[in-house]
């Protein structure tokens, strides 16, 4: 696996799984893109949005029990996909 998120697998791979784990976005308050991020969450997962003060980016903070530090890289990567996401 060769990519922007090797250094991160590194360190989740040093955690035991299934693991709770805190996934961290910053998106424009498009309700496309949004929906695009929270869509690959399940309907259990905590997700809290809280748009910026002008109101042009929304945070993202979701909550999920993730199986192993593969599954976590998978969602980045999906997520790296959609423009103008950032991931924190």
Do not use: C
């Amino acid at each position: 696996m060769e990519g922007q998120f090797d250094k991160l697998k590194l360190q989740l791979d040093q955690e035991e799984w299934p693991s709770l784990y805190m996934f961290k976005f910053i998106a424009p308050s498009d309700n496309h893109k949004i929906a695009q991020i929270t869509s690959m969450f399940n309907d259990v997962s905590d997700i809290n949005m809280r748009p910026s003060s002008k109101g042009t980016y929304t945070s993202i903070s979701v909550k999920e029990i993730m199986m192993s530090s593969e599954s976590v890289i998978k969602i980045y990567e999906k997520t790296a996909l959609i423009e103008g996401v950032i991931i924190i």
